[in-house]
Every structure is written in C-alpha cells, then in structure tokens.
C-alpha cells in the first residue's frame, strides 16, 4: 500500500492505492461532505453542489466526470461515501494488473521529475 498526503488548504486527505486483482484509490477528507441525494448527481459533467459551504469553491464539474470515464476505459468504477459535516470519501477501481501499473507510476514520476506515491 503507498500512502500521500493530498496537498490542500481547506482539507487534508489520504491517498491509498491497493493491489490484489487491481487497483483501488481511496481519497478521504475531513471537508463538508455531501447529503445523500447529491451524491448521484456528483459524477456527471458540469455539476457543482451549489450550497452556502461551497460558495468559494472553484470549479468547472468536469474533475470527477473525467475520473468517472477514466475508470470506465479500465473497466472500473467509482463510487463516494460522504457525511455532512464530516467529510467524504472518493475510491476509484480499477480493473489493471498492480505490478504493471506501479511500473508505469514510477515512469510517469521519473519522466516529469516527481517523487511517486
């Protein structure tokens, strides 16, 4: 498992990737959270939950869209578990063989001069 911390001024998180069968990102935070009726509509282009804690949050709505057909091409999913005032968490799934993809991690980081996960 490799763990990072996820940069942020407004929130912490935890990115963690497992391997077994594929690979699963999990990223939490301890942000606003989301009620149950808006976490249907998160994945879907241009949507922004629009609500008196968001006011100052940027954003297009194309962010978690784009995940959502990323995982979609590696025969994955998405999904989001959220609590108001509590935080929420993101996990991808993708259906890609781990040590392949940790190869190709570890190129990306080298090739642009960045530490991977």
């Given amino acids: 498992m490799l763990t990072a911390p996820a940069p942020s001024a407004q929130e912490t998180a935890d990115v963690?990737?497992?391997?077994?069968?594929?690979?699963?990102?999990?990223?939490a935070d301890t942000g606003i959270g989301l009620k149950p009726d808006k976490e249907a509509k998160l994945f879907r282009e241009f949507v922004r939950i629009k609500n008196e804690n968001t006011v100052e949050v940027l954003g297009s709505g194309l962010g978690l869209?784009?995940?959502r057909k990323i995982?979609?091409?590696?025969d994955g999913e998405t999904r989001v578990t959220s609590e108001p005032g509590v935080g929420s968490t993101f996990t991808?799934?993708?259906?890609?063989?781990?040590?392949?993809?940790?190869?190709?991690?570890?190129?990306?980081?080298?090739?642009?001069?960045?530490?991977p996960l």
């Fill in 16 to 27: 963690l990737v497992r391997a077994g069968g594929g690979i699963e990102i999990a990223v």
């Fill in 65 to 67: 869209s784009t995940v």
């Fill in 71 to 74: 995982a979609t091409m590696c």
């Fill in 92 to 115: 991808v799934t993708l259906k890609v063989e781990a040590q392949a993809f940790a190869a190709e991690l570890a190129a990306g980081a080298a090739a642009t001069g960045s530490a």
